[in-house]
């Protein structure tokens, strides 16, 4: 099973929702998860890097893939397993945040969203997944969808 993650650039950190998020990352692990998409761009995005990272500790089999945007980003080799760069070089470089996103929702299994508002990035995103019909688990208070 493969699990990518959507979240806003900026989240207001808590013990609770690391809590939140491992505890639902752990539990997608033991449904069969095995790969895990990362973006690599904002708080929520580190933070689930680091949740996995964490968890690859104790499942070793578990794979952390950081899903780079542009072709010459580099990447902290301690966090991800190894970096991929999606079939989008003929995106114009304004959209290939956008088309790495949902080049990596098409291809999970399930989305682990942090989306509380109903406009930017993360939502658009969380909107094409729905649209594809995957499975979304949204761990943030309030949330937008």
């Excluded at 929520?44 to 980003?73: G, Q």
């Excluded at 399930?110 to 930017?120: E, F, L």
Aim: hydrophobic letters at 40%; charged letters at 25%; aromatic letters at 12%.
């Amino acid at each position: 099973m493969i699990v990518t993650f959507c979240g806003h650039g900026e989240i207001t950190y808590s013990e609770e929702i690391r809590k939140i998020l491992y505890n639902t990352v752990e539990e997608l692990i033991n449904q069969g998860a095995d790969e895990f998409l990362l973006g690599g761009y904002g708080s929520f995005d580190l933070l689930a890097a680091k949740t996995v990272k964490i968890l690859k500790e104790k499942y070793p089999h578990i794979k952390s893939i950081l899903i780079i945007p542009y072709i010459n980003r580099d990447f902290d080799a301690d966090i991800y397993d190894c970096s991929e760069y999606p079939p989008i070089e003929n995106v114009p470089k304004r959209f290939a945040i956008l088309k790495r996103n949902e080049w990596m929702a098409r291809k999970a299994d399930v989305v682990v969203a942090y989306v509380q508002y109903d406009w930017g990035g993360a939502v658009k995103t969380l909107e094409y997944a729905i649209r594809k019909k995957k499975r979304i688990i949204n761990i943030a208070p309030q949330a937008a969808i």
